[in-house]
């Protein structure tokens, strides 16, 4: 989990709650709109439990939001905010969500290959409330803390020590 792009899901719905009559945009690339008429199909909660390289568990909770365009447009349809938040109180009714948990949205179409965004950013004019998605990025949790996993660190631009790839053999990953 990257906790740089982190929002937990009590965030995320605040930030809905501020907005109930605008129309809901999601951006998952810039300039690239999830169409107006798509479906929340979906929303998981996921308890991760992992060990690292370094040898130490780790553990969180994901709430994912699934996205799904139909595959033909529905050109008078677009999700209000209060649409959204009226299928998170269903889901919630039925499977309590935790609050503190990290959220992403899950997307895909046939240009964009599906996979999980953080939210990163909201903004609203008079008509929309549009949230902005950014990628996760893979990281070393063991050299996060501060300790090897067996790869020798390598000094990059800003003088930040990184991990170096893992190779087989080595002890890392």
């Known amino acids: 989990m990257n906790t740089t792009n982190t929002l937990t899901w009590q965030a995320f719905k605040n930030s809905l709650d ?17 169409d107006p008429s798509f479906h929340i199909t979906e929303i998981k909660q996921a308890p991760i439990v992992s060990v690292d390289c370094g040898g130490k568990m780790n553990s969180w909770t994901e709430i994912i939001v699934q996205l799904w365009e139909p595959a033909v ?3 008078d349809r677009s999700m209000k ?8 109180n269903r889901v919630e009714s039925v499977l309590p969500l935790n609050p503190l948990a990290t959220v992403k949205l899950e997307y895909g179409n046939t240009q964009f290959d599906a996979r999980q965004l953080y939210p990163s950013a909201f903004t609203a004019d008079d008509d929309t409330f549009t949230v902005r998605l950014t990628p996760d990025v893979t ?14 660190p390598v000094k ?3 003088n930040r020590p990184q991990v170096s790839a893992c190779q087989p053999g080595t002890g890392c990953c």
């Not at 990281?139 to 020798?152: L, N, T």
């Open 139 to 152: 990281q070393c949790k063991a050299e996060d803390r501060g300790e090897s996993c067996g790869v020798a």
């Open 81 to 88: 905010v209060s649409k959204a938040l009226s299928i998170i």
């Open 73 to 75: 447009k529905e050109a």
């Open 18 to 34: 501020q907005h109930p009559d605008k129309h809901l945009q999601i951006e998952y690339a810039a300039g690239q709109f999830v």
């Open 156 to 158: 990059t631009v800003e």
